[in-house]
């Protein structure tokens, strides 16, 4: 799936490809349970997926939604109460129910600015059933777009960081 969505998105120029090691580029959060895109992962790559719109770097997440859905606890492991393993031990007295997360077959797609001191993202409900490669043609055109709002951004945060530098060493003069 994210492969036939960045190779889309490569027909249009831009470049996807893991963040490069001098570059300072961050993570965006991302809440897999949040409408429409959350993830928060326990592990992540070093560096993000990123892709060059020109020579504007958008930070790029592709996560499965998770959904909230009712559980059976049968022999260490929580089983939707709809699984018919779930069904066959509803009697069982070491058994209960409670609410846990599931994959939901959803995905989105997250792009981000991942410029330190920048705060912009937007999401794409990604269908699994379809050819992604329309998808990917339509968020490529809407990249362009994004890449020169990021770019604004990033050089707003540059002028604020050379402003608070410069009002520092006033002070300590």
């Known amino acids: 799936m994210a492969s036939e969505l960045f190779f ?13 090691i001098p570059e300072r580029l961050l993570r965006h959060s991302c809440d897999e349970l949040a409408a429409p895109c959350s993830y928060t992962p326990s592990w992540s790559p070093d ?21 909230p859905s009712e559980a059976r606890y049968v022999k260490g492991d ?5 699984d018919p393993l779930a069904i066959k031990h509803k ?4 058994t209960w129910t409670t609410t846990k997360t599931f994959p939901s ?9 991942p410029y330190p001191g920048t705060n912009w993202a937007t999401q794409w ?5 379809k050819s ?21 951004l990033q050089h707003e945060t540059q002028i604020k960081k050379e402003q608070w530098r410069i009002a520092y060493e006033k002070r300590e003069k």
């Open 8 to 20: 889309a998105l490569e027909e249009f120029e831009h470049k996807v490809m893991i963040a490069p």
């Open 47 to 67: 560096r993000c997926t990123i892709v060059y719109v020109g020579s504007v770097a958008i930070g790029l997440t592709l996560v499965e939604l998770s959904k």
């Open 78 to 82: 929580y089983i939707p109460v709809s």
């Open 91 to 94: 009697n069982d007295p070491h």
């Open 105 to 113: 077959g959803k995905f989105c797609l997250q792009a981000y600015s």
């Open 125 to 129: 409900k990604v269908p699994s059933t």
């Open 132 to 152: 992604l490669k329309k998808l990917g043609h339509i968020i490529a055109k809407e990249l362009n777009k994004h890449a020169v709002m990021i770019s604004e």
